[in-house]
């Protein structure tokens, strides 16, 4: 056996051993890209809004219990003409104003997501927590949440922009698995 130590020492020098080089590239990538990839990467938007004075643009999607897919949001963005909050709520209810249709965004593909949508301006009802909220400044805001809220079968996630007289929009994006 020889006398190699596999773990550098504190009075020697570091051993290392290049791997991701020039010649030979590590890659990494995000989750969203592999569900991008597969179809099943999905985009969700309100366009930009008129937000009335005293009330909030909403958007929710709703994952039907028994649909078999847990969504895992991936990102939110958007932005506000006017100071403004951002929340985001675990349930709720919107009063259905329009049912925006979600993007597949490996264009051309087939699969459709199994979320269902409400997009309306107003006030969030019903029965919900509030997993984030941050005040904005007029101008452009983007969360990179990398998957980390999830939405099982029979749940639904809300998003509230407002309060008061400006243009918003929301942007969503998730993967379905």
Not at 3 to 14: A, D
Not at 18 to 27: C, D, S
């Amino acid at each position: 056996m020889t006398n190699t130590n596999v773990f550098n020492q504190s009075n020697g020098p570091l051993f290392t051993q290049l791997t991701n080089t020039f010649a030979a590239p590590g890659i990494g990538a995000a989750p969203d890209t592999g569900a991008a990839a597969a179809g099943s990467f999905f985009a969700l938007t309100t366009n930009n809004t008129s937000i009335p004075s005293n009330q909030n643009l909403l958007l929710q999607i709703l994952n039907a219990a028994g649909s078999g897919r847990t969504i895992r949001i991936a990102s939110l963005a958007g932005g506000t003409t006017a100071a403004a909050t951002l929340v985001v709520y675990s349930g709720g209810t919107v009063t259905v104003g329009s049912t925006p249709v979600p993007v597949n965004t490996l264009l051309g593909n087939a699969n459709t997501s199994i979320v269902t949508t409400r997009q309306n301006t107003g006030t969030l009802g019903g029965t919900f927590t509030s997993l984030l909220s941050i005040p904005l400044t007029a101008g452009l805001y983007a969360l990179d949440l990398n998957g980390s809220i999830v939405v099982p079968p029979g749940q639904s996630l809300s998003i509230s922009l407002g309060t008061g007289s400006q243009v918003g929009s929301i942007n969503l994006f998730w993967w379905e698995f």
